[in-house]
């Protein structure tokens, strides 16, 4: 087993059952596991919704640390549709060239730091700050803003040991809360001040209903961005013949970032509230209780991926679910895909090597399966391309 | 080289010349309305989806599983349903029209 590989430990479960138990704070999940399970409970946002109690269709849930309503994450049509045209120009920015070009600025400035400092721990030395400081650009807040989301560390929910740690958590709700209060007074070009200007059904959105926005926007995006920087620096640190790909072909970087994102699943699972009785997976699966969409379970099915274990750079059909399924498909997708993009474009221009010194694995415990998710440490060296 | 014409949900006629790549990419290129192509064309996003002209069927061909699975979960799918990303742009698909599902 390489030091960069994501084993699939629901391979077994996937073919003999389809589904997975998982036990959570007494409010117990049926993890789907199949491809096609996955996408179809995706799709039924009436048998399966989102817009339950806050916290609860998330897995570990938030039901104890937060009252606030993720928006449009967790409502459910027709209202969701409403509350998503709201967000999705904005969140479609990442393609706009300007941006595009302050993001690459951001990234090649990453990727130069590192190459002066030579060997350095990735998570917090790399891809935190490089997350931090992409993250300016989509709430078009000033640069300086970084360095505190950069202080908060690599999870804005999680600390060492505790999935759930209600304390930071409330660092950030606290924050956002002042950042809403400042818009109000001191209305800009940011994304608080532009939700606050939003319209929904013939009238302003209220502070909760930002707050709801800016708590998805902080929190969906920092550990899996995180984790997917980091993640392939890792698989390219031992795959030196795929960072020379990268560089002699460079239009295969879009297949390339699609089939990272398959492979590493960034998001284990996103649950769902039953709301009648019904079948998943030929089990029962009662009125309110829990199903999850297992994406990292549905991106290794053997019945729609050939070769599901292995990373192919330029796999050509890709049905992967790793940003998800259909309404509620990741609203920072796009930034994402931006992000990598850029960034193995440009270690495939300046980087010759990158050696794995020491490492620490973050383990995700879902009871019956632990799953690799990425790294709680991993020290590296980066070699420069010589000229 | 081929014609490729799409009509948008707003009814606007707008006719394409491309000679190699997929018609989603030419489509994006031109920033025709309704085609957002996400993915960059592995079939993973159904934000390229087109009803072919019945008379040009022929020259696409049906959607393939993996599409059709796609496209199964999609709205306003019926049998002229294609993703874009995987029609590639070649001489035998000229003249052709598709319109915009979106």
Redo the contacts between chains.
């Keep these: 087993m390489k030091k960069s590989s994501l084993p699939d430990p629901f391979e077994k479960a996937r073919l003999e059952s389809g589904c997975g138990k998982m036990n959570d704070q007494d409010d117990p999940v049926t993890m789907l596991l199949r491809h096609?399970d996955v996408?179809?409970t995706a799709?039924n946002w009436k048998t399966f919704q989102s817009g339950a109690e806050p916290g609860r269709i998330v897995v570990p849930s938030e039901v104890n640390i937060r009252d606030t309503r993720q928006i449009p994450f967790e409502v459910d049509p027709p209202e969701h549709k409403d509350y998503r045209a709201i967000v999705e120009p904005w969140f479609r920015r990442p393609l706009q060239p300007e941006y595009e070009k302050q993001l690459t600025e951001i990234i090649t400035n990453s990727v130069n730091e590192a190459l002066k400092t030579g060997t350095l721990e990735v998570v917090n030395s790399f891809s935190l700050p490089l997350q931090s400081r992409a993250l300016t650009l989509l709430l078009n807040t000033p640069f300086t803003e970084s360095e505190t989301w950069i202080s908060w560390g690599t999870h804005v929910f999680r600390s060492e040991g505790e999935a759930l740690d209600g304390d930071k958590a409330n660092i950030l709700y606290n924050y956002i809360e002042e950042q809403i209060e400042e818009a109000i007074k001191n209305p800009s070009e940011n994304l608080y001040s532009k939700l606050l200007d939003s319209e929904y059904d013939g009238r302003k959105l209220n502070k909760e209903e930002v707050k709801g926005i800016m708590i998805l926007t902080f929190a969906g995006g920092r550990d899996t961005v995180i984790n997917t920087i980091t993640n392939s620096i890792a698989y390219l640190a031992e795959h030196p013949e795929s960072l020379e790909k990268l560089h002699k072909e460079p239009e295969i970087i879009?297949?390339a970032?699609?089939e990272l994102v398959r492979y590493f699943s960034p998001l284990t699972q996103m649950g769902r509230v039953v709301t009648e009785d019904t079948h998943v997976c030929e089990h029962a699966a009662k009125a309110n209780t829990r199903v999850s969409l297992c994406w990292a379970s549905a991106n290794r099915d053997e019945k729609?991926f050939e070769n599901p274990n292995e990373i192919v750079l330029d796999?050509?059909?890709?049905?992967?679910?790793?940003?998800g399924?259909?309404h509620h498909?990741c609203l920072g997708?796009?930034h994402a895909?931006q992000i990598m993009r850029i960034l193995l474009k440009t270690l495939s221009e300046k980087v010759q090597s990158i050696e794995i010194l020491e490492y620490k694995e973050n383990i995700e415990d879902l009871d019956e399966f632990k799953r690799k998710v990425g790294y709680d440490s991993i020290q590296v060296k980066f070699n420069p391309k010589t000229v | 080289m081929a014609k490729i014409t799409f009509i948008t949900s707003d009814d606007e006629k707008i006719t394409l010349e491309g000679t190699s790549g997929s018609v989603m990419a030419l489509a994006v290129e031109n920033n025709i309305k309704g085609i957002d192509g996400?993915?960059?064309?592995?079939?993973?996003?159904a934000t390229c989806h087109v009803h072919v002209a019945p008379e040009d069927i022929a020259k696409t061909g049906e959607a393939s599983e993996?599409e059709t699975?796609?496209l199964e979960?999609d709205d306003n799918t019926d049998e002229y349903s294609r993703l874009c990303c995987?029609l590639e742009i070649s001489d035998a698909i000229d003249g052709i029209v598709l319109k915009v599902a979106k």
């Design positions: 096609k996408r179809k799709h879009n297949n970032v699609e729609v796999r050509k059909v890709n049905p992967h679910v790793g940003f399924f259909s498909n997708a796009t895909r | 996400d993915c960059g064309g592995v079939c993973s996003c993996i699975d796609m979960l995987q």
